[in-house]
């Protein structure tokens, strides 16, 4: 029944991603990466803040449990600000594809850190359902060499990467701790360092007249990702971590449909077999994981 809820939770991850990965987008471009990962950081800090406080005490002393999370922090600090400057420079066409590597990043790190293994199939329909994201994202006719040279490209890539990874110790920090508590401590450390930064730019003043201005963006963005790690952290400490990434990275199926259902999108040939496949991959893996 707790993989049964773990493989739920990834699905309503994968929703809220759907959508908060193109409110951040807009957010990025309007208002600047700093600016957007403090305001996500501060609503995070404040909704979580009232299940949690009587726990608060337990952060001030030094253990594992303590190291674990700080090291979350700071690779998740540094992921997102790859990933949105990524998000700001280049195409949501052209990074969405690279970004389903951060389920081999997160898998890598749970077989070598943690012993957590996962059977032959899965691990088969976890490269199948990677290889079919990336073909439903990836939007150019042909592939060629000019996709590396794309703005944004390589960011993608150390950002794949650095989210894989904190992906992982997000999840592990939240069965040290819990998941509640592990996204409180992330929020509050990136929201002191954000805030930090903005005030020696003297940005901080402006940062909340941009908020006054431009909540129809930021409110919504901030509750679609805090809802998507809250989802997802929960989801990590109930079933396999690998399987749980894989799953909620199929988020890239949402803002397909998304692109068809509102934008009247065209999809190419080799998207309608990567949407088709993918969604299959997705429900069989969900179907085993849970047996």
């Known amino acids: ?34 600016e957007t990962l403090f305001f996500i950081s501060l609503f ?36 997102a600000l790859i990933d949105f400057e990524a998000l700001r420079k280049g195409k949501l066409a052209i990074i969405e594809p690279i970004w389903s590597f951060e389920v081999p990043a997160a898998a890598f ?18 490269i199948f359902l990677i290889i079919s994201l990336f073909l439903v994202s990836f939007k150019e006719k042909t592939f060629n ?31 040290v701790s819990n998941p509640l508590m592990i996204n409180f401590f992330t ?6 360092l954000t805030g930090i930064y903005l005030i020696v730019q003297g940005k901080l003043i402006k940062s909340f007249i941009d908020l006054k201005d431009k ?3 930021i409110l919504p963005m901030s509750i679609a990702d805090k809802v998507a790690w809250l989802a ?22 949402v803002a ?18 990567g949407l088709i496949s993918s969604i299959i991959t997705a429900i069989v893996l969900a179907m085993i994981t849970s047996s």
């Open 215 to 217: 909540y129809k963006i």
């Open 1 to 34: 029944m707790n993989i049964t809820i773990g493989i739920g939770l990834a699905f309503v991850a994968m929703l809220c991603w759907g959508f908060g990965d193109f409110l951040i987008q807009k957010s990025a471009r309007k208002i600047g990466d700093w």
């Open 145 to 175: 060499k000019k996709f590396f040279l794309e703005k944004g490209v390589w960011l993608a890539f150390f950002g794949a990467f650095a989210m894989g990874s904190a992906n992982f110790f997000m999840g592990w920090g939240g069965r």
């Open 44 to 79: 995070g800090a404040i909704v979580i803040f009232p299940f949690i406080w009587k726990d608060i005490p337990d952060l001030f002393v030094w253990n594992t449990k303590i190291f674990i999370m700080i090291i979350a922090g700071v690779v998740l600090f540094v992921a």
């Open 109 to 126: 790190l749970a077989f070598f850190i943690l012993g957590e293994s996962i059977s032959i199939t899965q691990i088969i329909l976890i």
């Open 187 to 192: 929020d509050t450390f990136i929201l002191i």
């Open 256 to 273: 397909v449909i998304l692109g068809i259902a509102v934008n009247k999108e065209k999809l190419q040939r080799h998207q309608k077999i």
């Open 232 to 253: 997802y952290v929960f989801s990590m400490s109930l079933a396999p971590i690998a399987v749980a990434t894989a799953l909620s990275e199929s988020y890239i199926i």
